[in-house]
């Protein structure tokens, strides 16, 4: 593993032949990797002062090239496939963007002019990168990575997978997410190879054929994509020996199922908020789980937790905690560190708002969030408390509560032979009204994902709009 941050940036693997990249067929070797990160590098320093770069790319491969040749320069390197909005832009405030495109004959282009505007305040200089949250609970926030962050994940034994020789590992993450830098950066830290995975909804059926040619061992999905592909293609993932999850709520449905599809992995639940690099807990799943929901485990090496009393309702439930080396410094806002993310006593510490409990073996499971409650006609709804219960019901997989202007639904994933089952709608119903006649219910067979692998809110909404809405009235 990589101890040092220049040693990552400049050891001597990047003039190796040895394949470190596979993507759309291609396979990338450390040196081709090295030289497209030096033109990147070149062009960075060639459009004078700047301390944030945008890497533009449609390739993965652009955005991890990208990154390297601008933390080289010394610069914040922020990647972008082409997703990032203008409000998005506007929180870090770039002073150059660049498209990177690889390939037989490499591009590094410059977008527009670079920006000269001072800031009125620095970017801290340990501040390498950035990561943008989900925004499920609002607009998408900024947060400021430090190398120590990356480093500490790097070191972390609690994310090792046993296995001879170097990893290889498929990466499905999008460089915007947290997920990327235990996909790729990781892996890459270690002297792995990086295998990019097509998305699911494009060609999921050439996963087997990947994983198989290159041994992948390792792979990370989002709870959402795990539970569609265990569902409608197990053998995708049943050649990769350890399975990891996180981003959301991996149900004890999805796990079932996927034993009973005969995946004998080793699965392994994460949880973190992107505020803490990528993960903060861990939960290795037992070969058969009797508990009604998947916890979330305990602290990854070089994390620290404290349990902060709630006044909730919920017996036993605190809130979440976390501290140490992997909480980021704070969110960045105009292209200033506006918040920092600091206990009283000035430690890295950050608040996550998620209510946990212990269970009977010590391990933390969700049990929902401060915020988690929602008014429904002038009356509070725990959508946590909901979601569980629905979800504990026969032929039910999953269960999201969404509200979104006038309307509140439980979107409810059942099997797909069950859709129109009464005995199984009446069960629903049953629990949902029981906490507010005035919540929706829309049955589906699986739910729509976005690019980064969490659940697709608009689109399901516009289907409850277009076809369950429509039919209630």
Known sequence: MTDTWHELLHGPRWSSPATVWVEDGTEYSWADVGRLAAAVEAAVRAHGPARVVVVRSRHKLGCFAGQLGAWRAGFVAVADDYTLTEPEFARIRPDLTLTVTPGPRPSVEPVGRPSHRPRPEPIPDEAVAVNYTSGSTGGRKAVAVSRGNLLALFACRDLDVPGPGPLTAGSFATPTYDGWWFDT??????????????????????????????????????????????????????????????????????YRQARRAGLRR???????????????????????????????GRPLEGCRQFLRGADDGLPGARE??????FVCLGYLDDGVLAHRFLDETGRPSYRTGDLVRPDGDGDLVFTGRLDGEVKV????????????????LPRVRDCRVVQHERHTVAFVRTDPTTLEDPATRTRIETVVQGFSSAIGISLVDRYPVRAGGKVDVPTLMDHYRTTDKAEET
């Open 185 to 254: 950066w990781r892996t890459v830290a270690a002297g792995g190879r990086v295998v990019c995975l097509p998305h699911v909804n494009d060609d999921v059926f050439a996963w087997p054929e990947l994983a198989r040619t290159y041994g992948i061992g390792r792979l990370l999905l989002p709870a959402a994509v795990l539970a569609t592909v265990v569902e409608v293609l197990p053998e995708a993932v049943a050649d990769i020996p350890w399975l990891f999850s996180g981003g959301e709520q991996f149900r004890a449905s999805t």
């Open 266 to 296: 080793t699965f392994v639940n994460l949880y973190g908020p992107t505020e803490a690099t990528f993960a903060t807990h861990h939960y290795r799943l037992p070969e058969d789980l009797t508990a009604p929901a998947v916890p979330i």
């Open 320 to 325: 979440l905690v976390v501290s140490g080396p």
């Open 377 to 392: 006609n002038g009356m509070r709804v725990d959508t946590a408390a909901l979601e569980q219960r629905v979800t504990a």
